[in-house]
Structure formats: structure tokens, C-alpha cells
């Protein structure tokens, strides 16, 4: 058979796009803000990862500005040979401090740090353990490397205490999980993950992607939530959420990071972040260590949501973060329901198989600290008329 007979075969995502339903690769006119402009209209946008609000702040985008004028538009090669400049550096050594860690390093992109960190500390004889909801860099990372790959339920400390043990005498053994799940929104229990960690000898990372800004008393991510820095190995953080830019970090133990740095293809042999990416990434570290009050604004925004929409009857799952799902059901209702928001003026996403599990599409929604009043409410009108349409809500 052709090797492209699949391509051919592949029509399911046109047949959304015959009955004008498709809610993927939809072009922005205007930065990301809690409004934005499509197709020359104005949409309240509750699909952003843009968590903090910071893309648009005057600072981080100063910081921007001087980063291209001193160095330039781009790194023109890899960290290893000549794409570090001093931002990285620096960057390097901040992010360090802020999550409690002797060393960071930061990759091109969120999703080389999973491939090129996992696929680089698991190797023959080795085994990654990671959370069936988890990321599919993480996925991707654990396929990429010469370990065994074992998966369990979502959330099930139990099951994983009985992989754990079964795995015992393997010479070394990883546990990945996300912070924040991205798509429900809910949060790992990570003390029951760290201490089953402790008894059997098992090195911890946590993807704070969706948690990094947004949880625990500083904004340093899912650890701090819960006190237990120490007990993780390896955090793992993206800027392209609350960082508002582009890149993604690991920070461990200086001999781990020195490890990684010298054996993380996706980090060997890819472009270093550009200035501009950096310098905005430091920006917004600067206010996230100092102005606490916008955290405070984005869980107030969330809790308001949230409970708005549990008191109207939809099903918002598990969520426990700005990341509030509103469960549908079918994929084509789902479709159906995106479409009826996104003419009334309400950009949100949708996440069907196998971004969740089959039969429980849903609208991720997510909130940002500068959702004003105003956004919220007329939004919470639209999507109950929607509710109500579809049967979702009475």
C-alpha cells in the first residue's frame, strides 16, 4: 500500500470542517488577552494557558524589546555549541532559586525537556512509571527511551504502590507526573506519590506546565502547594503559560542538571530559545516573585467560574486549578457546542479522544487574572443559553 493511502483516508476532522465545526488551528488577530480578535470580531477568549496575564504587560514586553536590540533576533545554533548567550545563564540561575534546586536548564520548548529528560536519565533496565492523564510529551519521552514504560490509573496511589512494587529490583526506576492535569484541571496527590517514592527508591519528576505561577504560596509550582520540595527530584516547567513565552526548564541536583545537559538529544541538537523568549521569561519571573496580587485576582476568577457553573448544573469534573472543564460527552456535541459559543462571542477549547478518555469530550475552559467582571458574566450567560440548548444544564 502507498505509504500516503492514510493521508488519504484520514477525513474524520473534514467532516467538522463540512458542517463548520472545527475548532483546531483557529487564527488570532491580536495578542492574547482575556479578548481577542477574530475574523474582525471580538471574542472573550476562555482558551488560554496565558494564566497571569502577562503577555501584554509593559514590562515583560520592554524586556523583549532590549533583549532583540542587544542580541539580536535569534541564537542561530544549539545551547551545546554556540546558542547560549548570558540570558540563558541567568535564567538558568533564577529559575534554580525560585523552585529550591541547585541547577536548571532550560530547553527550547516544554515538550523537549520531557522527551530529552526522560529519554536521556531512563535507560536499558531502567523503568518510567508515569499517570495514564499525563502529557503527551511525557508519553512521547518514555517511548523515546531504552526503558520499560508502565502506566497507571489516574490519580490511584494504590495501583501505583502495587507497579512500584512489583518493579522493586530494577536499577532504577522514574516516576513522572503532572502537577496540574491539563485537561481536567485537577491536581496530583503528590505527597501519597513522594512518600511511595521514598520507600521504594524511586526518583520523582513533576511537569509543572499548568502549575508553575498559579499554585503554592509563591507561584513556585505543585511542591510548594504541598510542602514537599524536597521529596521531588526534578521539576520540570514550561514559559509558554504564565511565563508568558516561549521554552521550557528542568531543575534538579547540579550533578543531575549537568548530566541532562550533556545527554538531552532534544536539547543537543536544537536551537537555543530565542533572546526575546528569555528575556520576557525573566520579566515575568520578576512578577511573579513580587506581585502576588495578581495570583490572588486569577483564583478569584476561577472560584467565581467554577461555582457559577456548578450552581447552573454543568459538569465541571475534577478541576481544582484556573483550569475548569465543562464535560459534554460525544466528540460531534462537543463540536456542535464549540460552535455555538464561538458565534456567540466565547473562545474556548475543545479536548476529545485521546487528549481525554473516549465518551468524555469536553470545553476547557481556563481563567486568567485579567478576566475582568464583565468578561466573566457575559460569558457565563452564553454558555448557559448553550447549556440549555444542548440539554447540559435545566
Excluded at 477525513?11 to 477574530?38: D, M, N, Q, R
Excluded at 503554592?216 to 504541598?226: D, L, P, S, V, Y
Excluded at 464561538?342 to 475543545?350: I, L
Amino acid at each position: 500500500m502507498d505509504l500516503f493511502e492514510k493521508a488519504r483516508r484520514y477525513t474524520k476532522p473534514h467532516e467538522a470542517e463540512a458542517i463548520g465545526c472545527y475548532p483546531y488551528f483557529i487564527p488570532i488577530g491580536s495578542a492574547s488577552g482575556p479578548e481577542v480578535v477574530i475574523n474582525g470580531q471580538r471574542v472573550i477568549m476562555l482558551g488560554s494557558n496565558n494564566y497571569l496575564g502577562l503577555t501584554q504587560h509593559p514590562a515583560v514586553i520592554e524586556a523583549s524589546i532590549r533583549a532583540i536590540e542587544k542580541y539580536g533576533t535569534g541564537c542561530t545554533g544549539s545551547r551545546l555549541l554556540n546558542g547560549t548567550i548570558e540570558l540563558h545563564e541567568e535564567l538558568e540561575r533564577r529559575l534554580a532559586r525560585f523552585v529550591g534546586k541547585e541547577a536548571a536548564l532550560v530547553f527550547t520548548t516544554g515538550y523537549q525537556v520531557n522527551v530529552g529528560v526522560i529519554s536521556a536519565l531512563v535507560g536499558r533496565n531502567d523503568v518510567v512509571v508515569t499517570d495514564r492523564a499525563d502529557h503527551a510529551s511525557i508519553v512521547d519521552g518514555c517511548r523515546l527511551s531504552f526503558g520499560k514504560s508502565v502506566r497507571y490509573p489516574h490519580n490511584d496511589a494504590a495501583h501505583l504502590e502495587r507497579i512500584l512494587t512489583n518493579h522493586a529490583d530494577k536499577s532504577g526506576i522514574l516516576v513522572v507526573v503532572d502537577g496540574v492535569f491539563s485537561m481536567e484541571g485537577d491536581i496530583v496527590d503528590l505527597p501519597a506519590v513522594a512518600r511511595l517514592c521514598r520507600r521504594f527508591g524511586a526518583r520523582l519528576m513533576v511537569d509543572d506546565a499548568h502549575a508553575v505561577g498559579v499554585l503554592g504560596e509563591r507561584g513556585a509550582g505543585t511542591a510548594e502547594h504541598f510542602g514537599v520540595e524536597s521529596d521531588v527530584d526534578l521539576i520540570m516547567g514550561t514559559f509558554s503559560k504564565s511565563f508568558a513565552s516561549t521554552g521550557g526548564y528542568i531543575a534538579a541536583d547540579a550533578e543531575v542538571i549537568y548530566y541532562i545537559k550533556h545527554n538531552a538529544r532534544a536539547l543537543l541538537f536544537s536551537a537555543a530559545i530565542p533572546p526575546a523568549s528569555a528575556a520576557a521569561a525573566l520579566a515575568a519571573l520578576d512578577i511573579i516573585e513580587n506581585d502576588p496580587g495578581r495570583r490572588q485576582k486569577l483564583w478569584g476568577n476561577m472560584r467565581f467560574w467554577k461555582d457559577s457553573l456548578t450552581e447552573r448544573g454543568f459538569d465541571t469534573g475534577r478541576s481544582q486549578t484556573p483550569i475548569v472543564p465543562i464535560v459534554i460527552g460525544e466528540d460531534m456535541k462537543a463540536a456542535l457546542f464549540w460552535r455555538k459559543m464561538f458565534d456567540a462571542g466565547v473562545f474556548v477549547n475543545t479536548a476529545v479522544a485521546p487528549a481525554v478518555e473516549p465518551g468524555n469530550a469536553l470545553m476547557r475552559t481556563s481563567l486568567m487574572a485579567t478576566h475582568e467582571a464583565s468578561h466573566l458574566n457575559e460569558a457565563l450567560e452564553i454558555v448557559t443559553r448553550a447549556g440549555r440548548e444542548f440539554g447540559l444544564v435545566a
